[in-house]
C-alpha cells in the first residue's frame, strides 16, 4: 500500500471512530436509553477500525474538549435536567483527579487531611513530613536511592519523642486508601511521603546466603518448581509504582500486586494487602525485614527467628548519633508486628522478597456462575482445582439480567494468569486490554459520568454489569487472550475510573465461599425492589495463608471477596452496608483497609484469632503512642459511649 492510501485509511478510520464518540456523547445526553447499543457500536470501532496511537489521539482529544470549564458546565446542565440534586453530575476535576495529594514541607498552613473517599479526615494538631525523598517527582535512576537514610530515622525517633513529651498520639500516613478509619487521627500525623531515599538490593549486614539470590520452591499450576529470589530494600513511605520503577531498573519484580499500586508500601503491609493466586501471599508475606521506630523513640529491626541479617554483622549504629536499631529475630515478634495496622510505630524501611521481571499470559472468560460454582463444590480437591493456575479469580455479576431476551442465567467472568513461558496458548496474544475499558477508563470525566448512567437507569445494571463482562472477556480459543510483563497484566488496567468505584471486602476459608456467595446474591435481591444496587460485578480472589496475626489470611489460605460499586450511585453504600452486616453475621474476616461499619472487639476477637497475642507486642512497640480512636475503640471500648436505649 502506498503511503497516501495508508494515510487515506487511517482517516477513514480515524473519522469512524470520531463519529461513533461523537454518537455516544448525543446519545448520553439526549437518548441516554440507547446508550449501551451505541456503546457496543463505539467498541467495535476502536477494535476494529482504530490502531493503539488512534486510540491514544482520541483520548487525549477528548480529555482536551473537556477540560475547559465551560465545556463541562454545559454538559452537566445538559444532563442535570430533571435529575434530583444528590445525583447531579459535577465535572470538577481539579481536585479529584490529583490521585496523589501532596504536602509540602515547607507550607506554613495548619493541614487537613482526608482519605481518598473522604469518609474520614484529621486537622491534625502537628502535621510531620519527615525524609529527604523526592516526591511526586520521584527518580528511580537517583543514586542517593543506594544509601540507607539513617537520617530519616533520626527525623521520625525525633517526631515520636515530641509527641510523647506533649502526651500526644501520632500516625503515619500512607497514601490515604483505607476506606476505614484506620490512618486518621486528630493529634498528630506524619506524612511518609518523602521517606522513599533507599531502594537499592539488599546487602549491607545480610546473610551470605540472602546476599546474591537464593532458591525458594513455588507450586503453581498444582507443579513445583525451583526459583531464585532476591532482596529489595526500600524506604516505608515508597509508593508501589515507584518501586515497581526501580525494581524494574534491576529486572526484578514483586512476586504479586493488588489491583491498584498508589498505595504506599507500609499502607499496604500495614492493612495486608493482597492480590489473587492461591500459592501466593498478600504483602507481609513478601517482607523479610522490617525498620521501626517505636514508643520511647526506641527503633528496631524485627525478622524472623531465621531472619536474612546476620548477627555477627550486624551493629545496629546509626552514624552521627549514639541512638541504635535494636535487631530482633524471633518469629512470634515478627508474625505481631507485620500487619501492624500503623499501631506499632512507624515503619522507616523494610526488606522485600523479589523475583527476577516476568511475563504472564491471561485468559478471561465469560461463564454461567452456577457452572462455575459446580465445579467447585464437585470438584474432588478444590485447592488443586484452585491451583491450576497462577492466579485465578472470578467476577460475578450480583444480578441476574432478566430483560435479556435469550440467556437469563447468572454471568460471571472467569480470570486466569500464568506465566508466559510456561504456556504455548498465546500465539495470537494481544499486549492490550479490551480497547473500550482502556479507552474509556482514560478519559478524564468517565469516572464522573458513571454514576450518572447508573443513576439514570439503575434496572439497566444487572445488563449493563453482563455486557461489561462481555466486553472484557479474551481467551486464546477465540485467537486472542492479553500478554504482558506482570506490571502491566497485574495492574487492572481501570486507569481513571479505579477512582471511582469503591469497595468493601471479606476474607472466607474456602469450602464456605458458595454459602457467602449465596449470601451475597440473596442479599442484593432484597434490595432490588428498592432500586438499590451495586454498580459493578463482585470478586473473588484467592490467597495463600500468611501468619502474620493481623492478615486476613492468617487462619490459612483465605478467599477474598470484594464488593464493589461506583460512588455516587444511590442506594450502594447502603447496600454495601447491609452486606457487611450480614458477612460479619456470617463469620467473615473484614479487610482492615476496606469496610464501612464500625468494629467492635468481638469481632476482631473472632476474625484474628491471634489478636490477644498481638496486643501484647503492640503494648511493647507502640503503647497507646500509635493509637487512634477507631484502634482505641477495638482495644479498649470507650466506657463513655452512650448506652442503647
Ligand atoms: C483503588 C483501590 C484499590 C485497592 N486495591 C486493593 C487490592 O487489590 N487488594 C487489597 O487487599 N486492598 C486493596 N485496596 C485497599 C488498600 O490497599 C489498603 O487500604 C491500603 O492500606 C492502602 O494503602 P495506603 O498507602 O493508602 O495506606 P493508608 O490508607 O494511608 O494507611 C493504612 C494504614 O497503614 C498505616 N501506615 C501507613 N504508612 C505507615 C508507616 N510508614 N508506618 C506505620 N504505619 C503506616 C496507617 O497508619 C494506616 O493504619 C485498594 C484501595 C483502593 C482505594
Keep these: ?34 446508550i449501551p447499543g451505541q456503546v457496543d457500536r463505539l467498541d467495535d470501532a476502536l477494535t476494529n477500525h482504530c490502531t493503539r496511537s488512534n486510540r491514544t489521539w482520541w483520548i487525549n482529544r477528548i480529555n482536551a474538549l473537556t477540560r475547559p470549564r465551560f465545556v463541562r458546565r454545559l454538559i452537566e446542565k445538559k444532563l442535570n435536567k430533571n435529575t434530583p440534586l444528590h445525583e447531579c453530575v459535577n465535572l470538577t476535576l481539579d481536585v479529584e483527579l490529583s490521585h496523589d495529594k501532596v504536602f509540602y514541607k515547607e507550607s506554613t498552613f495548619r493541614q487537613k487531611w482526608a482519605n481518598w473517599y473522604e469518609n474520614h479526615c484529621s486537622e491534625p494538631l502537628k502535621f510531620f513530613i519527615p525524609g529527604s525523598g523526592t516526591f511526586p517527582e520521584f527518580d528511580p535512576k537517583c543514586d542517593s536511592h543506594l544509601v540507607y537514610d539513617y537520617d530519616a530515622v533520626l527525623e521520625v525517633i525525633g517526631e515520636v519523642l515530641q509527641a510523647e513529651e506533649s502526651g500526644r498520639q501520632i500516625r503515619a500516613l500512607g497514601s490515604g486508601h483505607a476506606l476505614t478509619p484506620i490512618a486518621q487521627s486528630d493529634d498528630y500525623l506524619v506524612c511518609t511521603q518523602y521517606l522513599n531515599v533507599t531502594n537499592r538490593p539488599a ?15 513455588v507450586n503453581f499450576g498444582n507443579q513445583t518448581a525451583k526459583e531464585t529470589h532476591y532482596l529489595f530494600e526500600t524506604s516505608g513511605g515508597t509508593k508501589i509504582r515507584h518501586l515497581i520503577e526501580v525494581l524494574e531498573k534491576y529486572g526484578w ?19 495486608s494487602t493482597h492480590g489473587s493466586g492461591i500459592g501466593l501471599g498478600p504483602i507481609p508475606s513478601m517482607v523479610r525485614s522490617l525498620t521501626l521506630v517505636g514508643t520511647g523513640g526506641k527503633a528496631y529491626r524485627v525478622e524472623a527467628s531465621e531472619g536474612v541479617t546476620d548477627p555477627v554483622l550486624y551493629d545496629g549504629k546509626i552514624p552521627g548519633s549514639d541512638r541504635t536499631i535494636e535487631l530482633i529475630q524471633d518469629d512470634e515478634t515478627f508474625h505481631a508486628v507485620l500487619v501492624g495496622v500503623g499501631c506499632m510505630g512507624i515503619v ?22 452456577d457452572d462455575v460454582k459446580a465445579e467447585m463444590t464437585t470438584s474432588p480437591d478444590l485447592y488443586a482445582y484452585l491451583n491450576a493456575h497462577r492466579h485465578f479469580e472470578v467476577l460475578i455479576n450480583p444480578y441476574i439480567d432478566r430483560k435479556a431476551t435469550t440467556d437469563t442465567t447468572r454471568k460471571c467472568l472467569v480470570t486466569t494468569r500464568d506465566y508466559s513461558h510456561s504456556t504455548d496458548k498465546h500465539p495470537n496474544a494481544r499486549k492490550e486490554r479490551n480497547y473500550l475499558s482502556s479507552f474509556i477508563s482514560g478519559i478524564n470525566i468517565s469516572g464522573k459520568l458513571s454514576p450518572w448512567v447508573f443513576n439514570r437507569n439503575p434496572d439497566a445494571i444487572p445488563g449493563m454489569i453482563n455486557n461489561s463482562l462481555h466486553r472484557i472477556e479474551d481467551y486464546a480459543e477465540r485467537g486472542s487472550g492479553f500478554e504482558d510483563t506482570a506490571r502491566k497484566v497485574l495492574d487492572q488496567g481501570l486507569g481513571e475510573l479505579k477512582f471511582y468505584g469503591f469497595a468493601t471486602e471479606y476474607g472466607v476459608p474456602l469450602d464456605r465461599v458458595v454459602d457467602a456467595v449465596d449470601l451475597i446474591l440473596r442479599t442484593c435481591e432484597e434490595a432490588i425492589p428498592y432500586r438499590h444496587y451495586l454498580a459493578a460485578p463482585f470478586s473473588l480472589r484467592y ?10 489470611m492468617n487462619t490459612g489460605d483465605i478467599c477474598m471477596i470484594e464488593l464493589v460499586s ?15 452486616s450480614a458477612l460479619i453475621e456470617f463469620g467473615a474476616i473484614p479487610h482492615w483497609g476496606l469496610s464501612v461499619l464500625p468494629w467492635t472487639p468481638e ?22 503512642t500509635f493509637l487512634n480512636p477507631f484502634m482505641e475503640d477495638i482495644l479498649a471500648p470507650r466506657t463513655d459511649a452512650i448506652p442503647p436505649s
Design 543 to 552: 490467597v495463600k495463608h500468611c501468619p502474620a496475626h493481623l492478615s486476613m
Design 253 to 271: 519484580y514483586l512476586m504479586n500486586q493488588g489491583g491498584s499500586s498508589i498505595q504506599s508500601i507500609t499502607g499496604a503491609l500495614s492493612t
Design 203 to 217: 546487602k549491607e549486614f545480610i546473610k551470605a546466603a540472602y546476599r546474591d539470590g537464593f532458591e525458594v520452591e
Design 566 to 580: 461506583v460512588r455516587g450511585v444511590t442506594g450502594s453504600y447502603t447496600l454495601l452496608r447491609k452486606l457487611e
Design 348 to 369: 522507616v524501611s523494610m526488606i522485600l522478597e523479589v523475583q527476577p521481571i516476568y511475563g504472564l499470559f491471561e485468559e478471561r472468560r465469560v461463564r454461567n456462575w
Design 1 to 34: 500500500m502506498s503511503g497516501s492510501s495508508t494515510r487515506a485509511e487511517k482517516k477513514k478510520k480515524s473519522v469512524h471512530v470520531g463519529w461513533e464518540v461523537a454518537k455516544l456523547l448525543f446519545t448520553l445526553i439526549f437518548n441516554s436509553e440507547k
Design 603 to 624: 469481632m476482631v476477637e473472632k476474625a484474628f484469632p491471634k489478636f490477644h497475642l498481638w496486643k501484647k507486642y503492640q503494648q511493647k512497640f507502640g503503647g497507646r
